[in-house]
């Protein structure tokens, strides 16, 4: 990396445009210090972490100096340390609750800045600056970001030419993926046709088609790679059949209506099965938005004679839970009713009893039931990322994207009708957990995994900000000993998820 010299003159507001490396300003001797980062990008995952390093050399403590980071300007705060403490006054909206200063090392003069949630928003340059008393200096990091896309998509479409058309798709990718055709021996196969275009995310998707003939009768992979993060994804077909002379053509136009016919049969069964399970979820009734919570314990289903009748298949497998609120689970900012059915932000911390149960970073409580026995395992304070591996299985909406909380990266949900509201079906003993979209019975994800302890039902309604969420949860009764919950807004940041209590 290039070194320089700075001067004393040196405007605080706006600073000077640097490189990679340090720079050094003059005064004392035992003041002198450069600012030393990495002489490389640093790369992260989308939805993932990014951790930005730089120290002081020569070694010092950096406890009472004013560590900032910035990116283009001196004013465009991701981070800023004085006094000892962090200041988020200044801090861009864009970062907010996604920073933290790892300063284990500070009394080296070594810090560390961790970016939470990974955006496309945060590739680009930042800053490390450092002043003391009398002098200041900095380093200049760039940072990159790369999304592994989706797993290839294979489709036939139809014949071209002598042989038939098969076209390979997948989205999500970031920066711009190479997309390859390879036969069995990992040969190259020559593209009739390739389009890579940008999403309205930012991201790229790509298709490339080629033509399979008689003499490349084979198994053939789709590969598509990220350079950034040298990983890739494949998928394979096998193509048994193609057109040699007529009465292949004819066969091949008997054969297809047959499998397009049998396609549909699978897909009607498939309908059918989920189409069973939705009608077990209480009917909507009305406009306002519900979140429902079903669990599965043995018994008979109650419904409103005026449902549309059950399956009788399906009658003792599924058992609805009236679901309440635990007062001693809620975070200092939620209000409970006196029922412990509506949960409120309130901005004012209430006055409640500390313990060990309660959640003290986010805004988020738990239902009093839980499923299958066991000792309580999930963290309630400080910051921990909701994955299967943290014992939960969630989805969200957040920033207007629907996502199921697998480890990184998330995954998104193609969701048509907006849910107002979702269904939590839990089949303990086969390992699944699965949220529906009720309002137009459509399943959203299923997790599936091995539970070792208890769960319960976690319900995280989101900070007052910019009007949104201001209205409450409400988990309202259904009929007999049935339970749901209603959420009567639309632009929530909103998690609806089972945590695992799993024995310690």
Not at 350 to 355: A, F, K
């Amino acid at each position: 990396p290039e070194q320089h010299e700075k001067s004393l003159v040196y405007q605080r507001t706006r600073p000077p445009s640097i490189h990679y490396s340090q720079g050094a300003l003059f005064g004392d001797n035992r003041d002198n210090f450069t600012v030393i980062g990495p002489d490389h990008p640093v790369t992260a995952s989308l939805g993932g972490d990014a951790v930005l390093s730089c120290h002081l050399s020569p070694r010092m403590s950096a406890e009472t100096m004013e560590v900032r980071w910035f990116r283009s300007q001196y004013s465009a705060v991701v981070h800023l340390y004085h006094d000892g403490q962090d200041l988020y006054g200044q801090q861009m909206p864009e970062y907010r609750g996604r920073t933290e200063l790892l300063r284990d090392d500070i009394t080296d003069g070594r810090v560390s800045l961790r970016i939470r949630d990974i955006r496309l928003f945060d590739k680009g340059q930042y800053t490390c600056f450092f002043q003391s008393s009398v002098t200041y200096e900095e380093a200049l990091l760039e940072l990159q970001v790369a999304g592994l896309g989706s797993a290839p998509g294979i489709s036939v479409e139809g014949h071209q030419d002598t042989g038939i058309r098969v076209v390979c798709r997948s989205s999500g990718w970031y920066p711009q993926p190479e997309a390859q055709w390879r036969d069995l021996h990992g040969q190259l196969l020559p593209l009739v046709s390739e389009n890579i275009s940008r999403e309205a995310d930012g991201l790229f998707q790509t298709e490339i088609a080629i033509v399979l003939t008689e003499e490349s009768n084979q198994k053939v992979s789709c590969c598509v790679r990220s350079p950034r993060l040298d990983q890739e994804r494949e998928s394979t077909i096998y193509v048994l059949f193609f057109p040699r002379v007529s009465h292949w053509r004819v066969a091949l136009r008997v054969i297809l209506p047959l499998l397009a016919v049998l396609i549909v049969l699978a897909g009607y069964c498939f309908w059918r099965q989920h189409r069973v399970k939705a009608e077990l979820l209480t009917p909507l009734k009305g406009e306002e938005p519900h979140v429902t919570v079903i669990n599965g314990h043995v018994g008979e289903f109650p419904f409103d004679p005026s449902d549309q009748p059950l399956p009788p298949a399906l009658t003792l497998i599924l058992s609805p839970v009236d679901v309440t609120l635990d007062p001693n689970t809620a975070h200092p900012n939620l209000v409970l009713s006196e029922d412990q059915k509506t949960v409120t932000y309130d901005d004012r911390r209430q006055d409640q009893p500390e313990n060990p149960e309660r959640f003290t970073t986010y805004p988020t409580a738990l239902g009093t039931n839980g499923f299958t026995g066991g000792r309580e395992s999930v963290i309630r304070t400080g910051k921990v990322r909701l994955t299967p591996g943290n014992g939960h299985w969630a989805v969200w909406l957040r920033d207007g994207k629907y996502e199921a909380c697998t480890s990184s990266p998330r995954t998104p949900l193609a969701v048509s009708v907006r849910p107002r509201r979702v269904g939590i079906f839990l089949d303990y003993e086969a390992g699944e957990v699965s949220f529906y979209n009720v309002t137009d019975r459509s399943l959203l994800f299923t997790f599936t995994d091995t539970f070792s302890g208890t769960l319960r039902p976690y319900f995280y309604v989101g900070y007052k900000e910019e009007g949104k969420n201001t209205a409450p949860l409400t988990i309202c009764p259904v009929p007999s000993v049935a339970g749901c919950c209603s959420v009567d807004r639309t632009d929530l940041g909103l998690i609806c998820a089972l945590s695992c209590m799993a024995p310690v």
